[in-house]
């Protein structure tokens, strides 16, 4: 079954600083989506990725899948305290609303 | 307009004991989800409800049980609650033509001692 990876776990950046976090998949992906969540919260829907080569923007957040489908980077521009949280990139397999979850990545922002 | 509501937030069960988790959305979702958040596991998708009257497994529905009230209401049982089933549970509703985005409820910390 399909399975996904983040790097690194967890990330501590000066605010002010650039920062990529990333979602490896052992097979080809059909979509990429990518959600955040604040700490004792649910998630909160960020984008969607599908196509090959696709990149998309939310605000300072920009998330890239590459040509192969099997990779998406999460940037964030000049981070602040409010990306602070846990990152997470779920994939959908062949049938609809299972997605399955990479375990995401914990970002600290340093004042 | 208050989203995605879960009941308790938080909870501690002893082993063999049941309870079930109360989740309703008010943005007329057809469909619902319920997932649990491990330590360094992600989330994990139990059961979901693509559309009212239905509900199918995901990937670990062993233990638990679902109904789907009405189109607002999902709930999640535990029959028999097992220290194994310790987790946070999330609730999550969304359109179905675009049920890849979803809508988190703030989650249940369940605890099974």
């Known amino acids: 079954s399909q399975e996904l990876e983040q790097s690194p776990q967890s990330l501590i950046v000066q605010e002010g600083k650039n920062l990529t976090i990333n979602c490896t998949s052992s097979k080809t992906l059909y979509g990429l989506y990518w959600y955040k969540q604040k700490y004792g919260e649910g998630l909160i829907f960020l984008m969607m990725l599908q196509k090959g080569g696709e990149e998309k923007s939310h605000e300072k957040i920009t998330a890239k899948l590459d040509e192969k489908k099997q990779q998406s980077s999460l940037h964030i521009t000049a981070s602040q305290p409010s990306h602070a949280g846990i990152y997470l990139c779920?994939?959908?397999?062949?049938?609809?609303?299972?997605?399955?979850w990479g375990a995401g990545t914990k970002l600290i922002i340093k004042p | 307009n208050a989203g995605v509501t879960q009941t308790p937030k938080f909870q501690v069960l002893k082993t063999g004991q049941s309870m079930t988790l109360q989740c309703a959305q008010d943005?007329?979702?057809?469909?619902m989800y319920w997932y649990r958040q491990d330590p360094g596991m992600g989330l994990r998708l139990i059961y979901y409800?693509?559309?009212?009257?239905?509900?199918d497994k995901g990937e670990v529905p062993n233990g638990y049980n679902v109904s789907r009230l009405n189109k607002r209401e999902f709930s999640l049982r535990l029959e028999s609650a097992a220290p194994s089933q310790t987790s946070v549970y999330f609730c999550?509703?969304?359109?179905?033509?675009?049920?890849?985005?979803?809508?988190f409820g703030p989650g249940t910390r369940l605890t099974v001692t």
């Open positions: 943005m007329n979702h057809n469909s």
């Open positions: 409800s693509a559309s009212e009257g239905t509900t």
């Open positions: 779920g994939a959908d397999e062949d049938s609809n609303y299972q997605l399955i």
């Open positions: 999550a509703s969304s359109e179905r033509w675009a049920w890849y985005e979803q809508y």
